[in-house]
């Protein structure tokens, strides 16, 4: 009996170490793109979280310096849909994230750079944090690990990186620097998709926000409380949204 509990424990612990989340694919305006892992996404080899905010991996992740071979192509006013998944997006058993891992789904855009993804280039598209009652990540989880964001229709033509977050605040409750709480803050999840974008917009994402600067232990979006009935009050890192306006 005690060997059984055991046994069990050992799983339970497992299947949340390895419950974590990368993207695999993207659509365009409802149409699949195919299969992106290191093909137009910039996939780390893993699907486990990044957390030390000073690194270059808290920006495109562990891989995030080297180009994708491919591009998706998108019209701007076009309706990207991001496909998550723990393990395997084909599967309909694979639970995309740990349902501890509530928190924020996080979409920013840059110029497009060929290699290192780092410094002062980004612009925020979407945010949702704890809207209607529920985590981003959750209503991620329901929806089958797919998170829409519309490109807006002032953004100008070219190649853009698109940096979409997971952002886990289950461990948040004590921030990343806490000397007397080590490994707490926020565990973010950060995949890169490249992006060609056609059209007639000719505004240019113009946030300048570096992660390495503008993420930080304290910052409230990063070092959060959930579980004590305030959720509703969380407030994202970043800038708001440049909807190209
Ligand atoms: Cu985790």
């Given at each position: 009996m005690l060997l059984l509990t055991l046994a069990t424990l050992v799983t339970l612990l497992a299947r949340h170490v390895s419950a974590h989340a990368r993207l695999f694919r993207v659509s365009v305006d409802g149409k699949d793109q195919g299969d992106g892992l290191n093909k137009y996404i910039r996939s780390p080899a893993t699907n486990d979280p990044v957390r030390d905010l000073s690194s270059a991996a808290i920006v495109c992740n562990t891989q995030g310096s080297k180009a994708a071979p491919d591009f998706v192509r998108a019209a701007a006013g076009d309706k990207l849909t991001f496909l998550w998944a723990h393990d395997n997006p084909d599967d309909p058993a694979d639970y995309v994230l740990d349902p501890s891992h509530k928190g924020a789904i996080l979409t920013y855009v840059a110029a497009?750079?060929?290699?290192d993804p780092t410094g002062p280039i980004w612009s925020k598209l979407a945010e949702e944090g704890f809207t209607g009652g529920q985590w981003a990540t959750i209503k991620m989880i329901d929806n089958g690990g797919k998170v829409d964001v519309t490109l807006p229709e002032a953004l100008a033509p070219g190649k853009y990186l698109i940096r979409q977050e997971l952002l886990a605040l289950h461990r948040a409750d004590f921030a990343c620097d806490d000397p007397a709480h080590p490994n707490r803050g926020a565990e973010s999840y950060p995949n890169c998709v490249q992006v060609e974008v056609s059209g007639s917009g000719d505004k240019k994402p113009d946030q300048n926000f570096d992660f390495n600067k503008g993420y930080t232990c304290d910052n409230k979006g990063l070092h959060f409380k959930i579980y004590i009935g305030q959720d509703s009050q969380y407030v994202a890192p970043g800038p708001r949204p440049w909807n190209g306006s």
């Open positions: 497009y750079p060929s290699g």
